[in-house]
């Protein structure tokens, strides 16, 4: 069972508008979220990320924003560049500190995103 | 420079004949996990390690071993290689606290167990 989802496999997008990622996890014992993002023949590399006690991180280009009532979160980048044009990852972190989950990190299935110039 | 170093980058074994995937991390980091990509199937954790000589299990650890005998080396072991390990494998590392999460990845490991 996936817990955590990323329901779009691609996205495509023109330079300079907005692209919006989304992904939805299912298990209340997430309580930390991560966005990574991966080019081809490379490992993936940490973007951004949120704490569940917040709703809103932003870095630059980049905002992560969490809604824990419906499980979702989303990821925003604006205005979007060629370069983002990539694989991008959510995943989410099992907090049970003390509990035999704790360090265990689980990733969406990934969305390609290009973006045109 | 900081950097996750995997071995070898690429392999093309059959099955049965045991091999192991080395890992290697310089920036003193407690936590280290190995994943595996497939298509449609996103990264899915096989073990992670907390600190020397501690191991858990993932999602998908049948099939593998792991040791953590020092604390920059985490290698993947497996015993009798199946075709159903083909994969792109990828080691991570991270400081444990609230930076646990934010790893970094080594350029990953392809697998073909013919």
């Known amino acids: 069972d996936q817990q955590v989802k990323q329901n779009s496999p691609s996205l495509s997008v023109q330079e300079g508008r907005i692209s919006i990622l989304n992904c939805d996890y299912t298990n209340s014992m997430f309580d930390y979220f991560l966005w990574y993002k991966k080019y081809p023949a490379e490992g993936p590399t940490f973007l951004i990320s949120i704490s569940s006690i917040k709703d809103k991180n932003e870095d630059g280009r980049f905002t992560v924003f969490l809604n824990k009532s419906a499980k979702h979160l989303s990821l925003h980048i604006v205005p979007s560049q060629p370069g983002d044009s990539a694989v991008y990852f959510c995943a989410a972190r099992d907090n049970a500190a003390g509990g035999t989950s704790y360090g265990k990190l689980t990733f969406g299935q990934g969305t390609i995103l290009t973006v045109h110039p | 420079e900081a950097q996750v170093t995997q071995n070898p980058r690429y392999l093309i074994t059959v099955t049965g004949k045991k091999l192991t995937v080395t890992c290697s991390q310089n920036?003193?980091?407690?936590?280290m996990s190995w994943y595996r990509q497939d298509p449609g199937l996103g990264l899915r954790q096989i073990y992670y390690?907390?600190?020397?000589?501690?191991?858990d299990k993932g999602d998908v650890p049948e099939g593998y071993k792991v040791s953590r005998k020092e604390k920059r080396n985490f290698p993947l072991i497996l015993e009798s290689p199946s075709p159903n390990q083909t994969s792109l494998y990828f080691c991570a590392s991270s400081s444990t606290g609230t930076d646990l999460g934010t790893q970094h990845f080594g350029d990953g490991t392809r697998l073909s167990i013919l």
């Open positions: 920036m003193n980091h407690e936590y």
């Open positions: 390690s907390m600190n020397v000589e501690v191991t």
